[in-house]
T-cell receptor, first 109, second 113 residues
Framework: KNEVEQSPQNLTAQEGEFITINCSYS?????LHWLQQHPGGGIVSLFM???GKKKHGRLIATINIQEKHSSLHITASHPRDSAVYIC???????????FGTGTRLQVFP | NAGVMQNPRHLVRRRGQEARLRCSPM?????VYWYRQLPEEGLKFMVY????????ESGMPKERFSAEFPKEGPSILRIQQVVRGDSAAYFC???????????FGPGTRLLVL
């Protein structure tokens, strides 16, 4: 079993829909990253959080440390949001990220 | 402030050749991480370096792979005697400090013929 699990693996949506991507982890962590990988392969760091909630534009990330769960929400989704969204955690006090397998999102006009 | 730079963006090698991948971190970042993404798979940690030091290489294959981050110049990931299974995208990331936000480079796509 992977230490970081994401759901769903694939997600399709119509433009304007509210999107939720989930990440669960089985290890103690110090922080969690949400990353976006574009179809061309480039990776962008969206959020790093260790508690609570962060918002940037139409993106919202939340984390519940007790439940070992994080969610990434996209409001008013747009075709340009189509990408793979990856959850990654810093385990305890280690120096390396452990990655989920990603959620492939396609938003259709 | 330029982002993380990687070159080359694409590299083709024949089996048995050497591959050298370069990564220049963001200005002010002294922590560099290398990750590998095999086709249709997720990202996997390879190695974490600070200037002139390898801090954690637990994700590096034991043979043929090495990494360095010299005092001057970019970090280098070196793969000797490449095999077809080395074909992957190799990403570098940098951060200001440990467990801070990592910023990723565009990756080097290595194809071994």
């Amino acid at each position: 079993k992977n230490e970081v699990e994401q759901s769903p693996q694939n997600l399709t949506a119509q433009e304007g829909e509210f999107i939720t991507i989930n990440c669960s982890y089985s290890v103690g962590i110090s922080a969690l990253h949400w990353l976006q990988q574009h179809p061309g392969g480039g990776i962008v760091s969206l959020f790093m959080l260790s508690s609570g909630k962060k918002k940037h534009g139409r993106l919202i990330a939340t984390i519940n440390i007790q439940e070992k769960h994080s969610s990434l929400h996209i409001t008013a989704s747009h075709p340009r949001d189509s990408a793979v969204y990856i959850c990654a955690v810093y385990r305890g006090d280690t120096d390396k990220l452990i990655f989920g397998t990603g959620t492939r999102l396609q938003v259709f006009p | 402030n330029a982002g993380v730079m990687q070159n080359p963006r694409h590299l083709v090698r024949r089996r048995g050749q050497e591959a050298r991948l370069r990564c220049s971190p963001m200005k002010g970042h002294s922590h560099v991480y290398w990750y590998r993404q095999l086709p249709e798979e997720g990202l996997k940690f390879m190695v974490y370096l600070q200037k002139e030091n390898i801090i954690d290489e637990s994700g590096m294959p034991k043979e043929r792979f090495s990494a360095e981050f010299p005092k001057e110049g970019p970090s280098i990931l070196r793969i000797q005697q490449v095999v077809r299974g080395d074909s992957a995208a190799y990403f570098c990331a940098s951060s200001v400090n440990i467990q801070e936000t990592q910023y990723f480079g565009p990756g080097t796509r290595l194809l071994v013929l």
